[in-house]
């Protein structure tokens, strides 16, 4: 148990240290190339560089598992850390080719990764040990919202841009954290059962979780879940880049930026206890609707309250004026609603898949983490061209058509549903009760 032990602390040690880095620079990546503004690079840029990275990310998730079972999870967790570090220390002098190759690398990267990660918390899970190895992890992992954007705050102090001596420190000190996550993850330990024994390790072949995702795919369960995963990846889109891009382009003062990331952060990681505790009590589908309500508001207060060429402008501030005037407490108050809102979807949705799909989760999580991942490529692609108000439309419309969606699959019990998908063999019971 020791050992278990000792492997999901490390395991959540190297992700606090590599995603702390990663976060950190998918914050401010837009904005730290518009203060760059050289070499073809620019502010948009950094929103293409992220829709690569998302891109490779969802296609990555089909032949992971493939490889973490060839190399194993700690090979796989240290080689797929390196992407992460050579992206990040290729921002101390960025030049276009090396940002898009090294995004599509690091998307690669991303996909192994998560799905080591997966596995290293089932093999060092025995018994009903999951739930509680997993709110370890989560804690580790939560914590790198935080760190770099501290780092960030108390670094940039009153500077109105990042100059490139700033950008150089910074990143080098991102690209350290990654460094020593990619050597943290070589410190974990081959697990044993409780008789002292390495546990034989099952096969299959590496088609298979291909082949099952395939299947999960045309079930009328997913169907049901595709509505809210996109969602989640338009989502995904606005509060890890646009909307610290927005707060860069609204003020002037560059320490706002980690500031909106440490309350978009603290939103998130509040999500996860409130909505925790809130499911017990009022239901998946009610914690669905708060969300809804909460990123509707959120919505709104941003519509009023920034101007409309906040996320396109090219000009040091936006041009536009607000509905509103532009204020700093309220923008950081969006931040907490932004983090309160997605985590309520997230928390949602993950919980289904884990119920419904508890024989075989993998697959449905590569369905879930591939559809996300697309959507987010292209929101990525259009939110340096696309005025504010109509991204925060197809938001509000992608978030109540989730909200239907995920209501809807709700009405019938979960047990039911997984009966129905793990046991049936006539295709026509496969394709779900009818809708009243």
């Known amino acids: 148990m020791r050992v278990q032990m000792w492997n999901i602390n490390v395991l959540g040690l190297g992700f606090m240290l590599v995603f702390s880095a990663f976060i950190t620079a998918s914050f401010i990546e837009a904005i730290v190339f518009k203060d760059f503004n050289r070499n073809g690079i620019d502010g948009k840029t950094g929103f293409y560089s992220l829709a690569i990275i998302y891109a490779c990310l969802g296609l990555a998730n089909w032949f992971s598992p493939a490889i973490v079972n060839r190399l194993g999870v700690k090979i796989s967790l240290a080689l797929s850390a390196l992407p992460f570090t050579g992206f990040i220390f290729s921002m101390v002098e960025p030049y276009l080719a090396s940002i898009y190759v090294l995004s599509a690398l690091l998307g690669c990267g ?26 370890i992890f989560w804690i580790w992992f939560n914590m790198s919202m935080l760190i770099g954007n501290v780092f960030l705050y108390c670094y940039l102090g009153n500077s109105a841009t990042v100059s490139d ?11 350290v954290l990654c460094v020593l996550g990619m050597l943290s993850f070589l410190l974990l330990r081959q697990p044993t059962d409780e008789d002292g024994q390495i546990p034989v390790q099952q096969t299959e072949h590496v088609l298979q979780p291909i082949k099952d995702a395939v299947k999960f795919c045309a079930s009328w369960q997913m169907r049901m879940l595709y509505a809210p995963i996109i969602f989640t990846g338009f989502s995904l889109n606005f509060w890890s880049s646009v909307f610290i891009t927005i707060i860069g382009n609204v003020f002037p003062n560059r320490s706002y930026l980690a500031l909106g990331g440490i309350c978009t952060g603290i939103g998130e990681i509040s999500a996860g206890f409130i909505w925790g505790r809130l499911t017990n009590r009022i239901g998946r589908h009610g914690v669905i609707m708060i969300s809804t309500v909460v990123n509707c508001i959120l919505y709104y207060l941003a ?26 407490y309220l923008t950081l108050a969006m931040g907490v609603l932004l983090g309160l809102g997605d985590g309520g979807f997230n928390v949602s949705v993950i919980g289904v898949l884990s119920t419904i799909f508890e024989e075989k989760p993998a697959p449905a999580f590569a369905v879930f983490k591939f559809v996300q991942s697309m959507v987010s490529c292209i929101a990525f692609l259009y939110c340096g061209h696309l005025l504010l108000p109509f991204q925060l439309l197809i938001l509000a419309v992608s978030c109540l058509a989730g909200a239907i969606g995920f209501i ?11 009966t129905i998908l793990v046991e049936t063999e006539d295709p026509s019971e496969a394709a779900g009760p009818a809708i009243e």
């Open 110 to 135: 991303a996909g192994v990764i998560w799905t080591a990660n997966g596995a290293v918390i089932a093999k060092n899970s025995p018994g009903d040990t999951k739930a509680k190895n997993t709110g």
């Open 303 to 328: 519509f009023i309250a920034f101007p409309f060429d906040a996320a396109t402008t090219t000009a040091k501030i936006a041009e536009d004026n607000p509905i509103i005037p532009s204020n700093l």
């Open 165 to 175: 001596k700033q950008r150089h420190f910074i990143f080098i000190v991102l690209g």
């Open 408 to 418: 809807t699959l709700e009405r019938y019990p979960l047990e039911k549903v997984h």
